[in-house]
C-alpha cells in the first residue's frame, strides 16, 4: 500500500512539474518585462532630478538584473533582451539628450540663467536681424555667464556674445574686441 502510495505521489509531482515550471517561466519573462519598465521611468527621471547619478546608476541595475532574469528563463530570451537593449541604447541616449536639452535645468547650466534673464532691467533683446551697431572697443555687462556664449547689455541692447578667453560670470565688465558678422566678441575688464 505504500508502494502505491509512494507511486502516485511521484506521478503526482511529474503531472505538477510541467504547470510548474511554465508558471515559474512566466513570472520570469514577466519579471524581466518589470525590471525594464522600472529602469525605463529610473532613466526618465534621472533626466529631470538632479540625483548626481544615483538614478542613472539604478537605471543600469535594472537594466543588468532584467538580462539575468531573461537569460534564467532561457538563452534565447537573454541574448535578445542584450541585444534589443545594445541597439536601443543610442536611440534612448540621443532622445534623452534632446529632451534633456529643452528642460529649464539645462537651461541654467548652460547659459547661467534663463533665456530672457536681464529684459526686466530695461534692455532689449536683439536677434541677429536687428543686430545694433557694436564696434571694438565697446563696453557693457554681462547679464549672463559667458560660457563661453551668453548675454550681454552693451548701450542699451541686449546682445549674444562669445567670450575670447574662458569664462565670465554674470555681472562682470565686458569690451568688445572684434565683430564679425553677427558674431560679437568680448573679453572681462579687469
Known amino acids: 500500500m505504500t508502494d502505491a502510495l509512494a507511486s502516485l505521489a511521484l506521478l503526482a509531482q511529474d503531472a505538477a512539474t510541467p504547470?510548474?515550471?511554465?508558471?515559474q517561466s512566466s513570472a520570469l519573462i514577466a519579471a524581466g518585462f518589470v525590471l525594464l519598465a522600472v529602469a525605463l521611468v529610473m532613466g526618465f527621471a534621472e533626466l529631470f532630478v538632479p540625483t548626481a547619478g544615483v538614478l542613472a546608476v539604478g537605471t543600469a541595475v535594472c537594466l543588468v538584473a532584467s538580462?539575468?532574469?531573461?537569460?534564467?528563463h532561457?538563452?534565447?530570451?537573454?541574448?535578445a533582451a542584450l541585444l534589443a537593449y545594445s541597439a536601443g541604447a543610442p536611440f534612448a541616449l540621443v532622445i534623452g539628450f534632446k529632451v534633456w536639452s529643452r528642460s529649464p535645468i539645462a537651461r541654467r547650466m548652460v547659459l547661467g540663467g534663463t533665456a530672457d534673464a536681464g529684459e526686466e532691467d530695461g534692455a532689449t533683446a536683439v536677434g541677429a536681424a536687428g543686430a545694433p551697431a557694436v564696434r571694438p572697443g565697446?563696453?557693457?555687462v554681462a547679464l549672463t555667464g559667458l560660457r563661453?556664449?551668453?548675454f550681454a547689455?552693451?548701450?542699451?541692447?541686449r546682445i549674444e556674445v562669445t567670450a575670447e578667453f574662458g569664462l565670465v560670470d554674470a555681472g562682470a565688465e565686458v569690451e568688445v574686441t572684434s565683430v564679425s558678422g553677427d558674431r560679437v566678441t568680448v573679453r572681462a575688464r579687469g
Open 153 to 157: 547689455r552693451l548701450g542699451e541692447s
Open 74 to 79: 532561457s538563452a534565447v530570451w537573454g541574448f
Open 148 to 150: 563661453p556664449v551668453g
Open 19 to 23: 504547470q510548474a515550471a511554465a508558471a
Open 138 to 140: 565697446d563696453r557693457g
Open 67 to 72: 538580462v539575468v532574469v531573461f537569460f534564467m
